[in-house]
């Protein structure tokens, strides 16, 4: 797993806190090159490596293809973080994502309706682009994924 590697002091990536320890929203350089957020959690808990929708004000939900349309950003939640509570999603790197059934590795991946996961399979409006994952895979688990500025496409747009 990656360390923080930002000046911020007390970043522990596996915390989760029910009083925010950080202002929300902010966001610390990793050791795999990639960058951590620090958001609360809010219509629901966020499950162990679960895809993330991050609101402009730094709060997450579990991505679907309905919240997916309209997230500002895209990350993954390295540990559960209960409803309410605040902790650390991923936003580049080397991550850990929940992906369906029969994945490929290195094909575009899409949002998908069950909360958190990621698929393959086409959705239109739901292309998540700025992460693939690395391994094929046969049920439906959590894989390795390299992400750079995960968001979900918009029509018409790179």
Same mark, same amino acid.
């Given at each position: 797993?990656?360390?923080?590697?930002?000046?911020?002091?007390?970043?522990?990536?596996?915390?989760?806190?029910?009083?925010?320890?950080?202002?929300?929203?902010?966001?610390?350089?990793?050791?795999?090159?990639?960058?951590?957020? %620090?958001?609360?959690?809010?219509?629901?808990?966020?499950?162990?490596?679960?895809?993330?929708?991050?609101?402009?004000?730094?709060?997450?939900?579990?991505?679907?293809?309905?919240?997916?349309?309209?997230?500002?950003?895209?990350?993954?939640?390295?540990?559960?973080?209960?409803?309410?509570?605040?902790?650390?999603?991923?936003?580049?790197?080397?991550?850990?994502?929940?992906?369906?059934?029969?994945?490929?590795?290195?094909?575009?991946?899409?949002?998908?309706?069950?909360?958190?996961?990621?698929?393959?399979?086409?959705?239109?409006?739901? %292309?998540?682009?700025?992460?693939?994952?690395?391994?094929?895979?046969?049920?439906?688990?959590?894989?390795?994924?390299?992400?750079? %500025?995960?968001?979900?496409?918009?029509?018409?747009?790179?």
């Amino acid at each position: 797993m990656a360390i923080s590697n930002s000046s911020v002091i007390g970043v522990n990536l596996t915390r989760v806190d029910s009083t925010a320890q950080f202002p929300v929203g902010t966001i610390v350089n990793l050791s795999d090159s990639g960058q951590a957020m %620090y958001v609360q959690a809010t219509t629901s808990a966020l499950s162990t490596y679960a895809a993330v929708s991050i609101d402009a004000n730094g709060l997450a939900t579990m991505l679907t293809t309905t919240n997916g349309a309209t997230s500002p950003r895209i990350g993954f939640a390295q540990v559960s973080i209960a409803t309410g509570a605040f902790g650390w999603v991923n936003l580049g790197g080397t991550v850990l994502v929940n992906a369906a059934a029969q994945c490929a590795p290195s094909v575009p991946l899409y949002t998908t309706a069950t909360p958190g996961v990621l698929d393959d399979a086409i959705v239109s409006g739901g %292309y998540v682009a700025g992460v693939i994952i690395t391994t094929t895979i046969s049920n439906a688990t959590a894989t390795t994924a390299v992400c750079q %500025y995960p968001h979900v496409a918009k029509i018409g747009t790179p």
